[in-house]
């Protein structure tokens, strides 16, 4: 379910979702209709339809706000990640000058690149040639520093270098895993969906067995319930979604740098 979001583009989930919602409402009241003129004109316990609406969507509610909280604390969890990251960048670029050698300047040179590939993360079809050039330039960024370990005497400078550049390294894998792993898992996907078209079938139902039906309310609601599983959807996207993970401090370091 989830490689399905992410491969439709995010503007298309809306429109999507509400129009199989209101099928969902069109099914429900179709199917109130049949069910009252099977009985003969009877009526069933209006209460109990209320309150089995009612059960339904407050289950709704709770499995919406679960995901939302999932999701929102996934995209805050990138945004601070971006930070972090920043701030172990310019540890790293400051403490090469500590270290007079051509393997630190060398260091410091790949570290603008590094930033610059940062820089490129910013949809879907960038991912993946951005986290291979990021994995590049760390095991160059290495090699200079084996070279700088067997060609100079180790010092405490050396291991500040040294610690600062496997932050650097440490707060990529965090991002990596908050972008591709920390999501929204795919049975919360398929059950929100299917607590989604129930409730709305239900509602629908409730609709028929009364014989009324209230199509601007109708639509009012499912464009709502819609609106909120764009919501979730688009926190959940590390990438290419229309709330976007702020990368200014990226954006500045590479302007300090300069």
């Known amino acids: ?8 583009p995010l ?8 129009v199989v919602v209101l099928i969902a409402i069109e099914i429900g009241f179709h199917a109130g209709r049949w069910r009252v003129r099977s009985l003969g004109g009877k009526s069933e316990s209006e209460a109990q339809l209320s309150a089995m609406t009612g059960a339904h969507l407050a289950l709704l509610a709770f499995i919406m706000a679960f995901s939302f909280n999932m999701a929102a604390g ?4 990138r945004r601070a990640l971006i930070m972090k990251d ?20 060398n260091i410091s040179e790949l570290l603008v690149q590094y930033v610059d590939v940062r820089l490129t993360f910013k949809d ?12 590049e330039l760390q ?30 390294f440490d707060v990529h894998d965090e991002r990596a895993a908050a972008g591709l792993k920390h999501r929204v898992p795919s049975s919360l ?24 039906r209230n199509p601007i309310a109708s639509t009012g609601l499912a464009l709502s319930f819609s609106m ?16 976007k993970a702020d990368q200014s401090a990226i954006f500045e370091l590479r302007q300090q740098l300069n």
Do not use: C
């Open 1 to 8: 379910m989830r490689e399905i979001l992410d491969t439709l």
């Open 11 to 18: 503007l298309a989930i809306l429109p999507i979702t509400l």
């Open 74 to 77: 996934h995209y805050q969890d």
């Open 86 to 105: 920043a701030n172990a960048i310019s540890t790293a670029y400051l403490r090469t000058s500590l270290v007079d050698s051509a393997e630190s300047r």
């Open 124 to 135: 879907a079809k960038t991912a993946g040639p951005g986290l291979a050039k990021t994995q």
């Open 139 to 168: 095991e160059l960024i290495w090699s200079e520093v084996q070279q700088l370990v067997s060609n100079h005497t180790p010092t405490v400078l050396h291991s500040l270098l040294i610690q600062s550049l496997n932050e650097v």
């Open 189 to 212: 996907w398929i059950i929100l969906a299917a607590l989604l078209v129930l409730s709305m079938t239900g509602i629908g139902y409730f609709s028929g067995h009364k014989g009324v």
């Open 228 to 243: 909120v599983l764009f919501l979730i959807a688009d926190l959940d996207r590390p990438t290419g979604g229309l709330l």
